[in-house]
């Protein structure tokens, strides 16, 4: 199994802000997912990050409104960049032990509100 | 794109019943997994379904996979108060995607 710490558990932020929400794994794993959950909704992949190498954006998602860091195989930063209310919602990291062929293991979450 | 269909999207049943989630996908898959969601936290597997294997069980859990009509269903029998969850079903797609589905919202009540 992975250990997944993610903080901040949650925040209130002002609109026009910015909020970096931090994923620590408790071992080396090659890929980390990002995915946002709106509320009442199911995840959305926001893109996948790799150490050593820009993250991989999905379709609507974009390096400006969301910047990825991957400075090693043990964490990786999400920045929501000047947020608005829309942007509310529960960001999960996520990692896979074997990617495709075993289960993944996420984060607590961090539960984002835009005032 | 969500590719996962599920119903119900909520379903509420007394405590001791069983409780059964239907999951429907589009494309082909390597295996069809379930997570389950307390109150907006983390998502928490559950179990993991192959594409050649028809049905798994895991305590109280009973899955089935039918490729043919791509469709899935999560079984959880003698439902208890701490069942109460979201469960979400899961597919593989592209480059080691994961691919949610919408989602049951399960109220077990006491």
């Known amino acids: 199994s992975a250990v997944i710490s993610q903080k901040p558990s949650r925040d209130i932020c002002q609109r026009g802000t910015s909020l970096t929400i931090q994923c620590q794994v408790d071992?080396?794993?090659?890929?980390m997912f990002w995915y946002r959950q709106q509320p009442g909704q199911s995840l959305t992949l926001i893109a996948t990050a790799n150490q050593g190498s820009e993250a991989t954006y999905e379709s609507g998602f974009v390096i400006d409104k969301f910047p990825i860091s991957r400075p090693n195989l043990t964490f990786s930063t999400l920045t929501v960049s000047n947020m608005s209310p829309e942007d509310s919602s529960i960001y999960l990291c996520?990692?896979?032990?074997?990617?495709?062929?075993?289960?993944?293991?996420f984060g607590q979450g961090t539960r984002l509100t835009v005032v | 794109s969500q590719q996962g269909e599920e119903d119900p999207q909520a379903l509420s049943i007394q405590e001791g019943e069983n409780a059964t989630m239907n999951c429907s996908y589009k494309?082909?898959?390597?295996?069809l997994q379930w997570y389950r969601q307390n109150s907006g936290r983390g998502l928490v597997h559950l179990i993991l379904?192959?594409?050649?294997?028809r049905e798994k069980h895991s305590g109280r859990l009973r899955v089935t996979l039918d490729t043919s009509k791509k469709s899935s269903s999560l079984l959880i029998t003698a439902s208890r108060a701490a069942d109460t969850a979201s469960y979400f079903c899961a597919t593989v797609q592209g480059a080691q995607k994961l691919v949610f589905g919408q989602g049951t919202r399960l109220t077990i009540n006491p």
């Open positions: 494309t082909s898959i390597n295996n």
């Open positions: 379904i192959r594409s050649n294997e």
């Open positions: 996520s990692v896979e032990r074997e990617p495709m062929n075993t289960e993944a293991f």
């Open positions: 071992s080396q794993v090659t890929m």
